[in-house]
């Protein structure tokens, strides 16, 4: 059972949540989502362990259709960043502010950037893309991040200084539009740069709240200086380009894994 502790570990994180939310806001809709999420992610990281090819992806699925569809298009609740924005203007602590605290500001102290790689619903199709390992070197474009985080902050107040009518459904077409533009251009990226994820690496607003909780992350890939042959494998498959050879947390991209795993299962001696 030791080798499936971090599986168990996730689940029971994500059952907590989900207990203590169901609990404090009296609302099973909680319980029942953080239970699905915290499921689908502890069997993504059981069929990693049992070596499954696809285990990753099957969890992007999962999560990223649900949120995308169940959560974004039947529910209507804007999960983008905007979404974010409004609920916490209005003073309301539910979806895209619990969803947001629990995913991308403190869960990341444990899981790091694990959302990125396991639940986001634009990467999900990215990964499907043919430059699963980056073709070119990493560019020094992530200004563009912090810029798209001012936009989405400066739309959402607009609004409400504009003392808007029918707000949400201002957010929710805000949602369906914001989607469709992240999708043209996190794909158009992909094939200019030939790299799946260089929407991730530059344009993301979301990374302006993952990357400095992930430097503190619990959960991290490590390197068994014993075993490393410095045979470079590693680095090249690394789809955002982390120098996981070196453990310490000011290492090269060090707050850009999303922990795929692929520099694990390529690694020829087992060092990862």
């Known amino acids: 059972m030791k080798q499936y502790r971090l599986s168990i570990i996730l689940l029971s994180v994500f059952e907590t949540v989900a207990v203590t939310l169901w609990l404090t806001k009296d609302n099973l809709f909680y319980l029942f989502n953080f239970s699905y999420i915290g499921l689908s ?16 992806r099957i969890v992007q699925l999962l999560v990223g259709l649900y949120m995308l569809i169940y959560l974004g298009l039947i529910c209507q609740e804007n999960m983008q960043i905007e979404g974010f924005w409004y609920y916490l203007f209005t003073g309301v602590f539910e979806a895209a502010t619990i969803h947001y605290a629990v995913a991308k500001i403190f869960g990341p102290l444990i899981f790091g950037r694990g ?31 912090y810029i798209t985080f001012t936009l989405s902050l400066v739309f959402v107040a607009a609004i409400f200084l504009a003392k ?22 996190s794909i158009a990226l992909a094939f200019a740069f030939k790299d799946n994820r260089a929407f991730c690496k530059y344009i993301c607003p979301i990374t302006v709240f993952l990357k400095p909780m992930s430097y503190l992350s619990l959960i991290r890939i490590k390197c068994d200086k014993e075993k490393c042959i410095s045979c470079g494998k590693c680095k090249r498959v690394c789809p ?11 290492r090269e991209n060090g707050t850009e894994c999303i922990l795929c ?11 990862l």
């Not at 619903?121 to 563009?144: N, S």
């Open 41 to 56: 992610i502890s069997l993504g990281v059981f069929l990693f362990i049992r070596k499954y090819k696809y285990a990753r």
């Open 115 to 145: 959302w990125c790689g396991y639940a986001c619903w634009t990467a999900m199709v990215l990964d499907f893309l043919p430059y699963k390992e980056p073709k070119e070197p990493r560019r020094k474009l992530g200004w563009i991040r």
């Open 164 to 185: 808007a009518g029918n707000i949400e459904r201002i957010m929710f077409c805000s949602f369906v539009a914001g989607n469709i533009m992240y999708y043209a251009i």
């Open 240 to 250: 955002m380009n982390v120098d996981v050879t070196n453990n310490s947390r000011k």
């Open 261 to 271: 795993m692929e520099c694990v299962k390529n690694c020829p001696k087992n060092a």
